[in-house]
């Protein structure tokens, strides 16, 4: 018997606000073999950089909707091979990508052709009206995607990033119009893909309202994972 352990590939799914980045940097501090990628993150990152993307994808993401499909891919392929999640001894996690099914489907392929496909997809599923609330009281330190909130997971300097001690941002698309957007555009684009991840078998589900409810049942399935011979 082998004592390696069996590399993790992992995609959260979940309502915008469901706690994807936030599960994230649990996940990272306590498992130091996985790296991330988040979408969101990353769009962010080119819109403060002014690059072509970055420009294309401001109005889109304030509007709420989806970044076309060909911009979205090309940069997460490009990311994907700078991290090394190519590698199938890698363990990693997504966040925010895929999102629908063409998506899944081009990542899918990507993935087998480099003896890496997922083994692992979690829904983050949180009460809606849950959600509403924590999207007023988020704070994020752009640069590294690292998420606050007033009440959860304060700041320990009001409005500063704790590692770096830059300012702190309100997101453009956390007001109440472009948030309806992004709740309907996941019902209709991303929720379907459910059903997709179930058929492979590799989805499982965990459900929460407060702060520490989903972490332990997530790090769970973690250990589970690695532990698979
Ligand atoms: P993205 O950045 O991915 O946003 P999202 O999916 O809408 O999700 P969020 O980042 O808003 O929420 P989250 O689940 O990470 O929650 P968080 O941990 O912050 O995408 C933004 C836009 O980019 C999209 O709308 C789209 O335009 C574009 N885009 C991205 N990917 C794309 C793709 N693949 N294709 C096309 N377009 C794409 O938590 C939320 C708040 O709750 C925080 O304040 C947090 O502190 C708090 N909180 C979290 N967990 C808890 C808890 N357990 N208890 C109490 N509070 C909590
Ligand atoms: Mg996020």
Redesign the pocket.
């Known amino acids: 018997m082998s004592n390696i352990l069996r590399p993790i590939r992992l995609l959260l799914l979940?309502?915008?606000?469901?706690?994807?980045?936030?599960?994230t940097s649990r996940i990272l501090k306590d498992f130091p073999q996985i790296s991330a990628i988040?979408?969101?993150?990353l769009?962010?990152q080119q819109i403060k950089l002014g690059t072509p993307i970055g420009k294309e994808?401001e109005a889109?993401?304030k509007k709420?909707?989806?970044?076309p499909d060909d911009s979205?891919v090309s940069l997460i392929k490009e990311e994907l091979n700078a991290k090394n999640f190519l590698n199938a001894s890698s363990s990693w996690l997504l966040?925010?990508?895929?999102?629908?099914a063409t998506?899944a489907h081009v990542l899918d392929k990507t993935l087998s052709s480099h003896d890496s496909s997922l083994n692992l997809v979690v829904e983050?599923d949180v009460p809606e009206e849950v959600i509403l609330d924590?999207?007023e009281?988020?704070w994020v330190h752009i640069p590294s995607g690292r998420?606050?909130?007033l009440t959860?997971?304060p700041p320990k300097v009001p409005g500063k990033d704790d590692i770096t001690g830059e300012p702190l941002s309100k997101r453009p698309?956390d007001n109440p119009v472009t948030f309806k957007e992004?709740i309907d555009?996941?019902k209709h684009q991303t929720l379907p893909l459910l059903e997709y991840y179930n058929k492979f078998g590799i989805l499982r589900s965990v459900k929460?309202e407060?702060?520490?409810?989903?972490y332990p049942q997530l790090k769970e399935l973690l250990l589970k994972e690695f532990s698979k011979q």
């Open positions: 979940g309502a915008p606000g469901s706690g994807k980045g936030t599960q988040s979408s969101g993150d769009l962010r994808a889109i993401i709420g909707d989806l970044i979205i966040d925010g990508f895929p999102r629908n998506q983050l924590r999207i009281n988020r998420v606050y909130n959860f997971n698309d992004r555009t996941y929460g407060t702060s520490d409810i989903i």
